[in-house]
């Protein structure tokens, strides 16, 4: 079985573009969540979906969006990209919700902002 | 709000050694708890997951306790060895909002070969 797969792996951005990070989630699983690390930190937590509608967000600023698809993959945009917007990005994927089934994260997508 | 808190922020043993990481939270109520593991620069490795109702959960050298009422979590690792080393993650659910993890800053583990 695949587990949660993120792309790209790697991506260098100059400051002021756009990026789009996407998610597939383990097949089956209906929950996506998005979560930014940084280097020497906990992750922080960004967005949740479930069933294709937005389930919580975290406090970061409105150039940070997010979609699920139909089939429950999920995409993470962010604009006008910050220096201290470097960070891993990750995604994690649960059957339904995190109560009873934990999550399971992906290898995540490393974002260099210069 | 819910705070998590790691203790120690970092660790260095020789190999073989039983250890143990501490994981502290501040609002005990929680749906479940996860130790996780990253290597530097990848992704979480999930190792245990314990619901608000369980005390304990077991895989292979490690053990993780929970007890809710006090606040705290800890990962037993037993006969430790060089590839144990890794960052180790605490994360629990809160019962209000959103089913989202808030994160421990996590214990940077070296075990010496």
């Known amino acids: 079985d695949a587990g949660v797969t993120q792309s790209p792996t790697h991506l260098i951005k100059t400051r002021g573009q756009h990026v789009t990070l996407r998610c597939s989630p383990i097949s089956g699983h209906k929950s996506v969540s998005w979560y930014q690390q940084v280097l020497g930190q906990g992750p922080q937590f960004i967005f949740q979906?479930?069933?294709?509608?937005?389930?919580g967000r975290g406090n970061f600023p409105d150039r940070f969006s997010a979609r699920q698809f139909p089939n429950y993959s999920s995409e993470l945009n962010v604009n006008a990209l910050l220096l201290g917007d470097s960070a891993l990005y990750l995604c994690?994927?649960?059957?339904?919700?995190?109560?009873?089934?934990?999550?399971?994260f992906g290898s995540g997508t490393r974002l260099t902002v210069v | 709000k819910q705070e998590v808190t790691q203790i120690p922020a970092a660790l260095s043993v020789p190999e073989g050694e039983n250890l143990v990481l501490n994981c502290s939270f501040t609002d005990s109520a929680i749906y479940n708890l996860q130790w996780f593991r990253q290597d530097p620069g990848k992704g979480l490795t999930s190792l245990l997951l314990i619901q608000s109702s369980q005390r304990e959960q077991t895989s292979g050298r490690l053990n993780a306790s929970l007890d809710k009422s006090s606040g705290r979590s800890t990962l037993y690792i037993a006969a430790s060895q060089p590839g144990d080393s890794a960052t180790y993650l605490c994360?629990?659910?809160?019962?209000?909002?959103?089913?989202?993890?808030?994160f421990g800053t996590g214990t940077r583990l070296k075990v010496l070969a």
């Open positions: 994360a629990v659910v809160g019962t209000s909002g959103t089913y989202k993890y808030i």
């Open positions: 994690a994927s649960s059957l339904m919700d995190a109560a009873n089934y934990g999550y399971t």
């Open positions: 979906y479930y069933e294709k509608e937005e389930r």
